[in-house]
């Protein structure tokens, strides 16, 4: 069962450039909406939450389609400094899981 | 504010050896949650815990163990380790979801590396 599915990547790309993560998932009945960023041997940490009408925190936009059950993540102006993996998590309530669901994550290399 | 943190950060164990993992949040959070994270697995979770002196399993708690004595502190245990529990341990708390409108995140302690030989 893959309830929250993300491409692995690696994404390598230039600084400067625009990558976009993409991320699908499987329950329905999912609530919430988040994108977490791991660094390298590190916890997960929350980037940001998503919302329906999509949001953005300067160069990070997110955008959520519940119809589709579809999330994005678009990263403007690369830094070397975002090199990372970044998850995907859906929350639900509810379930023997407790009530957040982990993407494997896509991993995010910039170059110089 | 230490957040939450996590005794040990390393450790590596024998198979059929015994250990707790400690995990210690300062942010008066109800929910704590241990998750294991594997190689091409992602995150996955163990065990959680949505108040003190409760407990609950999660996707994969064969082989493990918890407790919550106290609200600020989570214990996880392995009572025979195995080779196959060789890996990265989390812990996380977060206030009651339900209170936010499930849009409150979790927070993770850094990490404890197990190794079983």
């Known amino acids: 069962r893959k309830e929250v599915e993300q491409d692995p990547g690696p994404f390598n790309v230039p600084e400067g450039a625009t990558v976009a993560f993409n991320c699908t998932y499987s329950?329905?009945?999912?609530?919430?909406f988040f994108w977490y960023r791991q660094d390298c041997r590190k916890e997960p940490k929350l980037l940001m939450s998503?919302?329906?009408s999509g949001n953005e925190d300067g160069r990070f936009t997110a955008q959520l389609n519940r119809a589709s059950q579809y999330i994005s993540l678009l990263i403007r102006d690369s830094k070397l400094s975002d090199s990372a993996t970044y998850l995907c998590?859906?929350?639900?309530?509810?379930?023997?899981?407790?009530?957040?669901?982990f993407g494997k994550g896509t991993k995010l290399s910039v170059k110089p | 504010n230490a957040g939450v943190t996590q005794t040990p950060k390393f450790r590596v164990l024998k198979t059929g050896q015994s250990m707790t993992l400690l995990c210690a949040q300062d942010?008066?959070?109800?929910?704590m949650y241990w998750y294991r994270q594997d190689p091409g697995m992602g995150l996955r979770l163990i065990h959680y815990?949505?108040?003190?002196?409760?407990?609950a399993k999660g996707e994969v708690p064969d082989g493990y163990n918890v407790s919550r004595l106290k609200k600020q502190n989570f214990l996880l245990g392995l009572e025979s380790a195995a080779p196959s529990q060789t890996s990265v341990y989390f812990c996380?708390?977060?206030?009651?979801?339900?209170?936010?409108?499930?849009?409150?995140?979790?927070?993770f302690g850094p990490g404890t590396r197990l190794t079983v030989l």
């Open positions: 329950n329905s009945a999912s609530q919430s």
């Open positions: 815990s949505v108040g003190e002196g409760t407990t």
């Open positions: 998503v919302y329906s």
């Open positions: 998590v859906v929350t639900y309530y509810g379930g023997s899981q407790g009530n957040l669901i």
């Open positions: 996380a708390s977060s206030y009651d979801p339900r209170d936010s409108g499930f849009t409150d995140t979790q927070y």
């Open positions: 942010m008066n959070h109800e929910y």
